[in-house]
């Protein structure tokens, strides 16, 4: 494992820390209930972060994710997707166990091996093909799931919106992935760029519309991260481990 893999993950942790850390609770009591409705102390620092990463969306990766989508074919990138979903797997594996979600472990390591093996390293996705698709799970989700709190908005430079909790769970995430260990650095940095390049070629429609249909885009973006994770961590179902009472409190 290279130096660059070992420092990023303290470095994602220690963010996470310092933002509950400074976290300043007002005494004004409409000062207080807008703090608590938003739970976004660093907002400020949060959205100069936010325009950083717009510049790079806008200027670097909207460029290249519309040449990638305009000139690749359709089925092309459709396996390559299904590549980089396929490399997650084991995340999802390893956190469906902790969760106790045993079936979406059960579903996420056959479709692991049936992608890897007869899906030509995930190029095609079979499972998915049958409708039997596994659920993606992160270590942010599994620290919802054990009932710690999401503790105050962030967005992260590059990575875009988190919460403290998330932004833990992106570094444990990092450090739990085979993959981290395994690839060498330049592999890990072309990983990382076709999944970022992938992925804003997928969202980047979604993203404009967002845009023109918002007053603050900031806001915006906050509001529909929170409820993507919300939706994400209840896994669209009455759950288990209670979290409609979590999502009440």
Not at 52 to 79: C, E, K, M, T, W
Not at 147 to 167: C, I, N
Not at 192 to 217: K, Q, Y
Request: include cysteine; proline fraction near 6%.
């Amino acid at each position: 494992m290279s130096m660059s893999h070992v420092m990023r993950v303290p470095a994602v942790v220690a963010i996470a820390l310092l933002a509950v850390a400074c976290v300043q609770i007002p005494d004004d009591p409409v000062e207080h209930e807008a703090f608590i409705e938003t739970n976004d102390p660093l907002e400020p620092a949060n959205r100069t972060v936010f325009d950083f990463n717009l510049a790079i969306l806008d200027h670097a990766l909207s460029p290249v994710a519309l040449a990638y989508r305009d000139h690749v074919p359709g089925p092309l990138r459709d396996g390559v997707g299904n590549v980089l979903d396929n490399l997650q797997m084991p995340v999802t594996i390893l956190n469906s166990g902790l969760q106790g979600d045993f079936d979406n472990m059960a579903e996420a390591t056959a479709s692991f091996f049936i992608n890897s093996t007869a899906g030509i390293g995930g190029l095609f996705d079979i499972p998915a093909n049958s409708g039997r698709e596994p659920r993606r799970e992160d270590f942010g989700q599994t620290l919802a799931v054990w009932g710690f709190k999401e503790g105050s908005y962030l967005v992260l430079p590059f990575a875009g919106p988190s919460t403290a909790r998330d932004a833990v769970g992106l570094g444990v995430d990092t450090l739990t992935d085979p993959l981290t260990w395994l690839l060498t650095p330049a592999w890990s940095y072309m990983r990382t760029g076709a999944d970022v390049i992938d992925s804003t070629a997928r969202e980047l429609h979604r993203i404009e519309e967002a845009r023109l249909g918002a007053i603050d885009f900031y806001a915006t973006t906050r509001t529909l991260y929170r409820q993507a994770r919300a939706r994400a961590i209840a896994n669209g179902v009455a759950d288990p481990f209670g979290l409609d009472e979590y999502f009440e409190e």
